[in-house]
């Protein structure tokens, strides 16, 4: 009798010690905060949401920017100032205007003492260096000539201009009332000859855009 009772005790003492491991074994662990999360990678790429002032892909202040907002598009179109060949305003296309890009970098630097971001294509460490390379697209000059209403006037005034030495090529856009010159290759045009010429055939300019600057009278040079 007294073997039976000790046995038995012996194995519930046994089961016992087996549930109190088991329980042991199956205890969570705490968790170590990890603050290191994410340490060492990568973070995702920057999403331009048109949410802040700048328009990071085009280099232009986002209210400014015809490619992003359709409403300065049809403001931009209905003035004239639309480039049809790049579909965006005229006065913003890098690509045609190179030069054009230097100004809206600047009011970048006025709003934060700093170089704008590179624009999309462009390489980190150069933000001023245009998409296309200035060497690869003549410097147009444009000029607004309100005198010129109809397709016989546009004509008349291309065949005019095409005359003047060094120009290339002249294109008219009768419902922005403006005539676009671009020079032969390392040719450059006199805005004063071009102004001159338009005069001499009947349509008085009142501005002419170029490399040579922005006038609203005939230039000196």
Known sequence: MTKVLTRAGLIACLFAGAVLFAGGCNKAEPVAEN??????KPQADEKDDHSGWWCKPHGIPEEECSLCSEEYAKKCKDKGDWCAKHDRADSQCFICHPEYKEKFAAKY?????????????EKAGAPNAPSTPVAAVPAVTKITVPDMDCES???KLVKKLNAVPGVAKVEAN???QTVTVTPKEKETLSPKALW???ATAGYDPTKLEG????????PKQ
């Open 211 to 218: 490399p040579g600057g922005v006038f609203t009278e005939k």
């Open 174 to 176: 009768v419902k922005g």
């Open 35 to 40: 603050k290191d999360k994410g340490k060492g």
């Open 153 to 155: 006037c546009a004509e």
């Open 109 to 121: 630097r006025a709003k934060y003492g700093t170089e704008p971001p590179p624009m999309k294509g």
């Open 196 to 198: 001159e010429t338009c």
